[in-house]
Structures are given as structure tokens and as C-alpha cells.
């Protein structure tokens, strides 16, 4: 309209003008002035309301009236405290599930990182044919250390268990190994001493350790006099120089910061070997921080350009393709994030459902509140007025949703820290900060509004003479609103059909992940872990030496039946890949992958009953000086030697030590997951422990009775053999199993979850627009029944017409399902996307949800008395 | 947007008011003061118009556009907001006045009948 808006002055203007008129007039009839105004302003009456009407009418004094509105809402409320209850419980569950997820997005992907410039910290990778994300070689880190000019810092590091010695108990703890500016990129200073320093931490001097908040305070009480004391870390004295504060979590986990003895860490299996030239060992981490003013997109620019250059010079030798660049924390969150986001989008879908479900009882009531607002309608509420009554109604029940969501919230943040990284956050994970709350204001005020309005305008929209003949008729009352409630419930579950499927999707291929072959026969079977002291063991043969001694001790505890040591438990994600030639082999354009690199004891297939399909275990005859001998895998087998024998064929694993020793396969054994069970398996080859001995070693330890239980008599073995050894990560093999399905487990159970409380959301919701129905219908019924309709007829209409509205939502739901669960490809395992059994299933389940909801009212309306039901009016 | 049914309930309540406004504006235009009294003697006194009412209304049919308002000068030279009929207010004034008269009728027959 291009009329212009009148304003409140221009309004008052008129009406002093209507008096001023009025005065006129009276005066002209003889009046004095005074009384003449006088009289004016009383026949104009109360010139303040005629103002507020006016206030009002354009909305101005909104909220004077909102006070009223919410004393009304709360007298309503209370009258009816069931419905109230119900309603702000469905809400609660709903926000606050919301909440609890929305917290840990606010954690994992909204909240920086709780380092200075945590925007500016880059994990830099190799992109090339075996990974979008390879470590550097140590040669390729120290040319972008030199060439690159977008980095302020650049570092390495590499995660290393530190066996912690010369106290009370030996303990092994979470460490890195760090080049001296680690500290420079993370921009992080010490809480008590100082950090490492490239100044300081000249290669070959007194070495130094940097310990973590929490292991100062576990391990040394927290004693500032432990600044320039030497503990023992490998069984080496190392001076503590500095104490990080609390919050200090990278690599998360870690507790001890070392530094890197040359130029980067030490290579793992020969730290007595500079690596800094090698090109073709890759087991080192990579940060960096950019310099201000730099983005990402540039400096990955620049660090391509190093790496096509850094090709052209080494050639195949140079893995380098590309590179990839990171923020930290995308880098930290990497595969949670969908998972996150799909949580987020089930609770949405959840919380819309019990909006659905607290609308459709509003309708109810807003039905059988008719009366009330026509009275209130009759004596001048406008329109608005009682839409705005509604919708504070709504938000007052939002409201005390929206509270107790806060604590359901509160209480769930627990169990969910369990899908973060949780060590990177130190104790800032799901934390209701004042984003968090925000968001829980805002889901609260939408649903409100969204439950709110809906029978707001339903009940303000009837029409008035429809009412009245209704009433005259005394049923059929509420057609329309019957008609919203049913729209209700066939998107509420639409939506339940949603969650189903999605859960059913997981669950699916959680089912599927358990039916996988693991390769090895995990019952009865005991796991730990051990680093052997670089300092107490340093050559070959002494860690043979101890190993065999280990195994022995093991092999004499009652009850064990066989004790093994490999380099890797099976189901660990990480690699130890080694480059392979095969005699008689041209390898093809590009290589051939690296298989999988194992060291084993001679007793492990044994241990941990992996099948041996061809040729022969090792043995004791294995030893360091036998001939050499390597044990293939299927898939090893299957891949190089297709057509042929393999037991007799002629390998070398390089990179380890005897690089370019031919060894013979005297063996295949079953496929193991080693990388976890949905992992196809690797080739992998596996070498005896005598010609290798790692000083990271498991221990499998078959028992004849329940293996949780010989974990003490094992561990007191250890340390019979040596006190100062630390054993960790005691755990029988079953365990090890489920802990790699654990995010899995988790996020099926909490979609699981979801979807059943929507679904129970959805039964309520049947239920109730049925009884409704039924109560609405009444007569309608009675009349049929005395004109002798069965009760088996009554039964099928009211229960047909539930099926009616569930059968619609089934449909609904799953072509909704089809656009929505393409979000979970990442998530499924063995399954279709459109897997029809699922889809099946969970229209069945929903159906038959429906037909138990509605056969209560069903029944109830079956053995209704039709004269009673006739005699109501 | 109102729907068909508020509207019909808004006319019952304020149509009155609404029809008497139109009627008094179509001898020309008026201010407020000036409408209410028009309608007060034309009724005999028998209708007195709420002030508290009559603003609202006309601000009611001004945003229908049936009535158009601006400030001008009264006959013993004060200011006052002017109303006038637009044409869509006069062709409305047509249709709300032959209702009302049919709608006087009917109550007039009904009320007969009863009596009878």
C-alpha cells in the first residue's frame, strides 16, 4: 500500500483536534470555555484508550499485553497439569536432545581450538596414491621446512609410548617425540618453566621433557621442585624444563613432550638411525602455523608448486604428488564430523515429531475450547489477539520444555563425549556455554511457534456459523480440526519413518559387521601391550632374548594354553606397510601396494586360532640365523601368485635392516582384519619375531578359563621377568573386537534411540486422533450399531481408518527416506542405500504400531452402549 | 489475511458502526467529531457513538481504502483530519445498506411471526 503509515502523534493530534471541535460546539450553545472543554472530554470519554486502541491496533504495545497473556497461559496450563506435563516432557526430550547434540558440534566443529590463532594451525600431508593424507618423508619435511615461506613454524612430531621408570611403579604413558618448534606452531607457552626451544634443543645436547598438567599433578603431586630434576623416560634421564597448563592436549592424549634427537623424530624401529635424508619412510606428523595474513587456500597453493618441484627432482622415489592442508581441527575431527551432522539432523527430525505430537494435543484441546474463544471472540478479543494467546500459551509450554531440555542435556553430555576425540577438548566437551544455550532458545521459540500457531489458527479460523449449526447438531463438531490432527499424524510418522529407516540402515549393517569373518577366534583369549626400554634392550638379540623369556613365563601360568607376541593386534587402524619385490614379478606401473608388515612369535597363529591354510607356521627353528622365511596371508597370495603355488615363492620386505634379503614363503594363513572388520583385508605378510624383534610388541594369551580373570597372574609374569617393564591395555581379545565397533555401536544405539522414542511419539499420536475420532463420532456409531452394525464392523472402521493415516505416513517416510539417507553412505556397511528389507520392516513396524494404538479406542467404541451413546444430546 | 469467517464475525459486531460512517461521509467529507454528531442527531439522539469506537472504525475502513483521510481545516477555522468516501467506500455503502435493510426486514418479519 502506498498510503503512509499514521503515527501515534498524528493520532493524537486528531483527537485533540475532535475535542477541540467538540468544545467549539458546546461553547456555541453557550457554555463557558472551561466547561465547554470539559464536557468535550467527557462525551469523547477516555481519550487514553481511545490512544491505546489505536497503540494497539498497530501493534506498538505488543508486549504490555503480553503479561496478561502469560498469566492466562499459565492459569491454563495448570488446570489442565497431565496435558501440561506430557507436553513439556515431549519438548524436554526433544530440545534436549537437540542440545546435547548441538554441544558437541559447538565443541567439535564451531569452537576453535583453545590455542591462540587456533584458525592459523595446519596438519600438512602428502596426497598422493596411497593416501589423500601420507606422512612426509623426513628429506620432503625439512625441503618445505627450507622452501615453504607461508608457514610462520613448521614441525614435526610423532605419538610415542614412554615407559616412565626409576619411581615407585613403572607406567607407561602417552608421549611425543617433537621437533623443538612443536610448541612455536601450537603458540601454546608453558605453565611453570618453559616449552622446548630450537635454540635449546640442539641435536645431541642434554635432552629435555615437557610434561603434561595432569601427569605432573598424577605423578609428581604437582611439586613445582621437579623443574630441572631428571626422571626417567625409556631408561633415560631426561630434565623437565617445563609444565604445559591443563587445557594443553595435542597430540590428544599425549602427557610428555620430548624433543626429536636430529632434525625429526626418531624412525620408531631404528632410533639409532639419523632419518633426515630418507624419501621413502613415512611415520611422522606434520604442523604447521601459517604466517598472519596467509590463508589456507594460498599456502596449499604454494605447497603444491614445492611438491611438483620435489617430484620433478626425485621421481618415484618422492611420494609427493600433492599436498593436503588441514585446519587442526578439521584435521582432529576428520570422520566424525558427518556422523555429527546426521545425529543432529535425527534429533531435528526428532523434535519436529514431538512438535507434531504436542500440536495435535493443543488441536484437542483447542477443540473442545471453541466455546471459550467464541465468548472471548464475542466480547472484542480480535483475531490477533487470540492468535497472540495461543502462541503465548505455546511458548510458556516451550519454555518449560526448553528448561528441563537444558537438563536432560546436562545429563546426556556425558555418555556423548564418547563421539569426540575427546582427549583434544580437556573437559570442554558438550559444555552448555552460552551458544549452546542460544541454540536451545532458539530450537524452544521455533517449536513453540510452530505447535503454537498451528491450532491458534485453526481455533481463531472457524467459522462462526458453522459453530452454531454444529452445536445444533451437537456432533460432527471439529471436522476441520480432525482433518489438521490427521495431517499432523501423517507427518509425524513420515518422519518416525525417517529415524526408523536410518537406525534400521545401521543397524543393518551393524549385523552384517558382526557376521564378518574376523580371521581369528577371539574367546577365551587375553591382549596386552608392551614397549621394551630402548636404554635396557637395546640390540636385537636382547629383546629375542626377553620376548622368549615372556613367553615362557606366560606359558607357565596355570590355566594358559598358549602365549604369542605379534607387532599389531588385528582390528587396529593405523599401518605398517613395507615396499615388496617378488622374484619373477614385473610390478606394474605404479607398484605394488606394500602388504602389511607383522612380526610374530612362532606360537601366534596357534594363540589366536588364525587357520593355516597352506604349508607350515613357525617354529622355534625360525630363528635369527635360519634360513629366511616369511608366512603370507590369503589375500597376499591371492593377489601376486593367482595362479600359483605360493608356498616356495621368493620375497623381500624391505626397508628393515636386511633390505634386500630374499625370503621364502613357507606358508598361508586365513585373512585377518587387521584394520578393522569393515576393512577388506590387506595383503599382508608376516616375518618370524627373531629376525625382527620390535620393541612394540602384543601379547595373545590363549586361556582355559575366563581370560579377564588370568590378567593378574599374566601381569605379576611380566614383571617377574623384569620389574621396571610397564604391560598396558590388559584386555581379553573380545573386548578388543567390540571397542572397534564402538563408535559404530554408539551412533546405531543413539539413532536406535531416537528412532524409538519417535516412534513411540508417533503411537501417541495414533492413539490419540483415534480416541478423538471416536469420541467424536459417538453417535454416529451408536447409530450404526443399532441399525446393526457389528462390533467387528466398528472395530474395522475406526482401526482402518488409523491404518489409513499410517499407511499414508509409511509412504510419505520413505520417500523421504530415499532423498535423506544418502547422508549415512559413509556409515553403512554390506547394505544398499534402498535396502528393501529395511524399508519393509519398518512399514510393518509402523502399521502394526498403528493398529495397536488405535484398537484401544477401537474397542473401547465397539462395546459402547449405542443407547447410551445415542442418549448424550 | 482473515479468513471468510472473520470477517463475517467482525461485520455482525462492528458493521453498524461501519455503515452509519459510510452513509454520514456521503454528504461529503467529515472529521471524526463531526461524523459522531451527524450520526447522533440524524438518529434523534437514539444512536450515541462511542468515541472509543468511532476512531477504530475508521481507521478500520480507511486501511479498507472505503474511506481516505487527510488533514484540512474545520468550518470555524481549526485543524482536523477529514474523511471522505472513495468510490470503493460508495459502492460498498450500496451493497452494506440494501444488506441492512434486508437484513432489518427479515428481523422485522421473524420478530412478527413469533408475535403471532
Known amino acids: ?873 | 489475511m482473515p479468513t471468510q469467517a472473520e470477517k463475517e464475525r467482525l461485520s455482525l459486531l462492528q458493521g453498524t458502526l461501519d455503515v452509519l460512517i459510510l452513509r454520514t461521509l456521503l454528504f461529503g467529507p467529515q472529521h471524526g467529531q463531526g461524523i459522531a454528531r451527524s450520526i447522533q442527531e440524524t438518529s434523534q439522539d437514539e444512536l450515541l457513538v462511542e468515541h472509543g469506537a468511532l476512531y477504530p472504525a475508521l481507521q478500520r475502513l480507511e486501511t479498507k481504502a472505503w474511506i481516505a483521510a487527510e488533514w484540512g481545516t474545520s468550518d470555524n477555522n481549526r485543524k482536523a483530519r477529514f474523511y471522505r468516501l472513495t468510490k470503493t467506500g460508495r459502492r460498498e455503502l450500496i451493497k452494506e445498506t440494501s444488506r441492512w435493510r434486508r437484513l432489518a426486514a427479515a428481523i422485522g418479519h421473524v420478530l412478527g411471526t413469533e408475535e403471532a
Open chain 1, 1 to 873: 500500500m502506498s498510503r503512509p503509515k499514521r503515527n501515534a502523534d498524528d493520532f493524537a493530534e486528531e483527537i485533540r483536534a475532535h475535542i477541540a471541535l467538540e468544545a467549539a460546539r458546546l461553547r456555541g450553545e453557550g457554555l463557558s470555555q472551561a466547561d465547554a472543554e470539559l464536557a468535550a472530554r467527557r462525551a469523547f470519554g477516555n481519550r487514553t484508550a481511545a490512544e491505546e486502541t489505536f497503540h494497539e491496533s498497530r501493534r506498538w504495545l505488543w508486549w504490555d499485553a503480553a503479561g496478561k497473556d502469560l498469566a492466562y497461559a499459565l492459569r491454563t496450563l495448570r488446570r489442565n497439569p497431565v496435558f501440561t506435563a506430557a507436553a513439556a516432557l515431549t519438548l524436554a526430550l526433544g530440545i534436549g536432545a537437540n542440545t546435547a547434540i548441538f554441544s558437541l558440534i559447538d565443541t567439535a566443529l564451531l569452537r576453535p581450538l583453545p590455542y591462540p590463532h587456533a584458525e592459523r594451525i595446519m596438519a600438512l600431508y602428502a596426497r598422493n596414491a596411497r593416501s589423500d593424507c601420507d606422512a612426509l618423508s623426513p628429506a620432503t619435511f625439512l625441503d618445505y621446512r627450507r622452501q615453504d615461506s607461508s608457514f610462520e613454524h613448521l614441525a614435526a612430531y610423532r605419538e610415542t609410548a614412554f615407559n616412565l621408570t626409576g619411581q615407585d611403579r613403572p607406567e607407561r604413558i602417552d608421549g611425543a617425540t617433537v621437533t623443538p618448534d612443536f610448541f612455536a606452531v601450537m603458540g601454546v607457552p608453558a605453565e611453570l618453566g618453559r616449552t622446548l626451544t630450537v635454540e635449546q634443543e640442539a641435536p645431541g645436547g642434554a635432552r629435555s621433557v615437557v610434561l603434561g598438567y595432569s601427569l605432573w599433578q598424577r605423578r609428581f603431586g604437582g611439586n613445582a621442585e621437579i623443574l630441572g630434576r631428571a626422571i626417567e623416560i625409556d631408561g633415560e634421564p631426561l630434565t623437565v624444563v617445563g609444565v604445559m597448563p591443563p587445557y594443553f592436549r595435542y597430540p590428544p592424549a599425549c602427557e610428555a613432550w620430548r624433543p626429536a634427537r636430529y632434525a625429526v623424530p626418531e624412525q620408531p624401529l631404528r632410533p639409532e638411525v639419523n632419518q633426515s635424508d630418507s624419501r621413502d619412510s613415512h611415520y611422522f606428523s606434520t604442523i604447521a602455523r601459517l604466517k598472519a595474513g596467509t590463508t589456507r587456500a594460498e599456502a596449499l597453493a604454494q605447497a603444491d608448486t614445492i611438491a611438483a618441484r620435489l617430484r620433478r627432482l626425485y621421481g618415484e622415489d618422492e611420494a609427493m604428488a600433492r599436498a593436503t592442508l588441514l585446519t587442526l581441527q578439521d584435521d582432529l575431527i576428520g570422520e566424525t564430523r558427518p556422523a555429527l551432522l546426521v545425529l543432529l539432523g535425527a534429533v531435528a527430525l526428532l523434535l519436529l515429531i514431538a512438535c507434531a505430537n504436542v500440536a495435535n494435543i493443543l488441536l484437542a484441546r483447542g477443540a473442545s475450547r471453541q466455546k471459550e474463544i467464541a465468548i472471548r471472540g464475542a466480547l472484542g478479543a480480535g483475531r490477533a489477539r487470540l492468535v497472540r494467546q495461543f502462541l503465548t500459551e505455546g511458548l510458556t509450554l516451550g519454555a518449560m520444555g526448553g528448561v528441563l531440555g537444558v537438563a536432560v542435556a546436562y545429563l546426556a553430555r556425558v555418555p556423548l563425549r564418547a563421539l569426540l576425540p575427546v582427549d583434544a577438548y580437556a573437559g570442554t566437551v558438550g559444555q552448555l556455554n552460552a551458544r549452546v544455550l542460544a541454540f536451545t532458545a532458539l530450537a524452544t521459540v521455533s517449536s513453540a511457534v510452530l505447535f503454537g500457531l498451528f491450532p491458534a489458527l485453526q481455533a481463531t479460523g472457524f467459522d462462526l456459523n458453522a459453530v452454531l449449526k454444529e452445536a445444533a447438531r451437537g456432533s460432527g463438531a471439529g471436522v476441520r480440526a480432525r482433518r489438521a490432527r490427521s495431517v499432523l499424524v501423517v507427518a509425524e510418522v513420515a518422519l518416525a519413518g525417517v529415524l526408523l529407516i536410518g537406525a534400521g540402515l545401521l543397524l543393518r549393517s551393524f549385523s552384517r559387521l558382526l557376521a564378518v569373518p574376523e580371521g581369528f577366534e577371539a574367546e577365551h583369549v587375553l591382549s596386552l601391550q608392551l614397549t621394551l626400554s630402548r636404554a635396557r634392550y637395546p640390540d636385537d638379540a636382547g629383546r629375542a632374548r626377553l620376548v622368549r623369556q615372556l613367553l615362557e613365563r606366560m606359558d607357565a601360568v596355570p590355566g594358559v594354553a598358549a602365549a604369542a607376541a605379534i607387532s599389531r593386534l588385528p582390528l587396529n587402524p593405523g599401518n605398517s606397510t613395507r615396499g615388496i619385490d617378488v622374484k619373477g614379478r614385473v610390478a606394474p606401473p605404479g607398484g605394488d601396494p606394500g602388504p602389511d608388515y607383522l612380526v610374530a612369535s612362532p606360537g601366534y597363529f596357534r594363540a589366536l586360532g588364525i587357520r593355516v591354510v597352506k604349508g607350515r607356521a613357525f617354529t622355534e627353528r625360525d630363528g635369527a640365523d635360519a634360513a629366511p622365511v616369511v608366512i603370507v596371508n590369503q589375500a597376499m597370495a591371492r593377489y601376486f601368485w593367482p595362479q600359483q603355488d605360493p608356498i616356495g615363492q621368493w620375497v623381500t620386505v624391505g626397508a628393515c635392516g636386511k633390505e634386500n634379503e630374499w625370503c621364502q614363503v613357507v606358508g598361508v594363513v586365513d585373512d585377518v582384519r587387521q584394520h578393522g572388520l569393515d576393512q577388506a583385508p590387506r595383503p599382508a605378510v608376516y616375518v618370524p619375531y627373531a629376525r625382527d624383534p620390535w620393541p612394540f610388541m602384543a601379547f595373545v594369551v590363549r586361556t582355559r578359563t575366563e581370560p579377564a580373570a588370568a590378567a593378574p597372574a599374566i601381569e605379576s609374569a611380566v614383571y617377574s621377568v623384569d620389574k621396571e617393564q610397564p604391560v598396558f591395555n590388559v584386555r581379553p581379545m573380545q573386548d578388543v573386537v567390540a571397542q572397534s565397533l564402538s563408535p559404530r555401536r554408539l551412533r546405531m544405539t543413539l539413532i536406535g534411540a531416537f528412532a524409538f522414542l519417535a516412534l513411540g511419539l508417533a503411537a501417541v499420536g495414533i492413539y490419540g486422533v483415534t480416541a478423538y475420532s471416536v469420541a467424536q463420532r459417538r453417535q454416529e456409531i451408536g447409530i450404526r450399531m443399532a441399525l446393526g452394525a457389528k462390533r467387528g464392523d466398528v472395530l474395522r472402521t475406526v482401526v482402518g481408518e488409523a491404518l489409513r493415516l499410517a499407511v499414508a505416513g509409511v509412504a510419505a517416510g520413505a520417500a523421504m527416506s530415499l532423498a535423506l539417507t544418502r547422508f549415512l553412505a559413509g556409515m553403512l556397511y554390506g547394505i544398499q542405500l534402498t535396502d528393501g528389507a529395511t524399508y519393509a520392516g519398518v512399514g510393518i513396524l509402523l502399521v502394526a504400531t498403528a493398529v495397536v494404538s488405535s484398537l484401544i479406542p477401537a474397542w473401547r467404541a465397539a462395546r459402547a452402549d449405542p443407547l447410551a451413546s445415542l442418549r448424550v444430546q
